[in-house]
């Protein structure tokens, strides 16, 4: 398996995503826990300084934050890229907007107990919103 357009993916992978950017858009906590896994950890190093947030804390910082939807946010997300080297395991770069940012991830995204997840995640800010 190789990098590949995501429109090749298969639908079990692009509905995680599609959930992924539902999850950040309206923070559904019961999609964010289908989302993500109980292991997973998000990891971004803003301003030089490395942040590491296993998923507990990661959720309690999303649950407790007004929604990209409830302040009005566009929501204009897409996938710049995708990598699948092997059945279990893949690569997805996504890129949304969300509180005056636009943000791209790096997702490692794993198949453990019948199902895709998102195992980590290392976020950037790349410019702001239009």
């Given at each position: 398996?190789?990098?590949?357009?995501?429109?090749?993916?298969?639908?079990?992978?692009?509905?995680?995503?599609?959930?992924?950017?539902?999850?950040?858009?309206?923070?559904?906590?019961?999609?964010?826990?289908?989302?993500?896994?109980?292991?997973?950890?998000l990891?971004?190093?803003?301003?030089?300084?490395?942040?590491?947030?296993?998923?507990?804390?990661?959720?309690?910082?999303v649950?407790?934050?007004?929604?990209?939807?409830?302040?009005?946010?566009?929501?204009?997300?897409?996938?710049?890229?995708?990598?699948?080297?092997?059945?279990?395991?893949?690569?997805?770069?996504?890129?949304?907007?969300?509180?005056?940012?636009?943000?791209?991830?790096?997702?490692?995204?794993?198949?453990?107990?019948?199902?895709?997840?998102?195992?980590?995640?290392?976020?950037?800010?790349?410019?702001?919103?239009?």
């Amino acid at each position: 398996m190789a990098l590949m357009n995501f429109e090749q993916a298969e639908p079990a992978i692009k509905k995680l995503i599609s959930d992924y950017f539902e999850v950040l858009h309206s923070q559904d906590m019961d999609l964010f826990d289908k989302v993500f896994h109980k292991d997973s950890v998000l990891y971004s190093a803003q301003g030089g300084e490395l942040s590491i947030r296993p998923y507990l804390v990661y959720r309690e910082a999303v649950a407790n934050r007004k929604s990209p939807a409830e302040l009005g946010n566009p929501r204009r997300d897409q996938v710049l890229m995708f990598d699948q080297i092997s059945p279990t395991l893949a690569l997805v770069k996504p890129q949304l907007e969300m509180f005056g940012g636009v943000m791209q991830d790096y997702l490692n995204i794993v198949f453990l107990d019948g199902q895709w997840w998102v195992m980590s995640k290392m976020w950037e800010k790349v410019g702001e919103t239009a």
